[in-house]
């Protein structure tokens, strides 16, 4: 897998409009923009509207979450999690999708 990260939210925005990525691991809770707005923004734009997006955070309340499939996430992580959790949602979201090479 090809993985790229950004600290911030216009940095992931910027990311994602030139790179269309095949999943985007988005935290809620980000400088300058929040992982809801860069998800809104994805929403929006026809180009990125079929990215799988896998909304992570602390933040815990059914409000929250509710808040995360509002604005189109795909799926919703509590932090912390175990790795087997990130693991199943990123193989449900990318399905078949995911390389041989990926899988080992």
Same mark, same amino acid.
């Given at each position: 897998?090809?993985?790229?990260?950004?600290?911030?939210?216009?940095?992931?925005?910027?990311?994602?409009?030139?790179?269309?990525?095949?999943?985007?691991?988005?935290?809620?809770?980000?400088?300058?923009?929040?992982?809801?707005?860069?998800?809104? #923004?994805?929403?929006?734009?026809?180009? =990125?509207? $079929?990215?799988? @997006?896998?909304?992570?955070?602390? &933040?815990?309340?059914?409000?929250?979450?509710?808040?995360?499939?509002?604005?189109?996430?795909?799926?919703?992580?509590?932090?912390?999690?175990?790795?087997?959790? #990130?693991?199943?949602?990123?193989?449900? =979201?990318? $399905?078949?999708? @995911?390389?041989?090479?990926?899988? &080992?």
């Amino acid at each position: 897998m090809d993985v790229a990260e950004a600290a911030e939210g216009r940095a992931a925005i910027l990311h994602v409009a030139v790179r269309r990525p095949d999943l985007v691991c988005l935290d809620l809770m980000l400088p300058e923009l929040s992982g809801y707005e860069v998800c809104e #923004f994805m929403r929006t734009e026809e180009r =990125l509207r $079929g990215v799988p @997006i896998l909304m992570m955070s602390a &933040r815990s309340l059914p409000q929250d979450r509710a808040l995360a499939e509002q604005v189109g996430a795909s799926s919703y992580l509590v932090k912390p999690f175990k790795h087997k959790a #990130f693991t199943a949602a990123v193989h449900a =979201l990318l $399905g078949d999708g @995911i390389s041989e090479e990926a899988r &080992r």
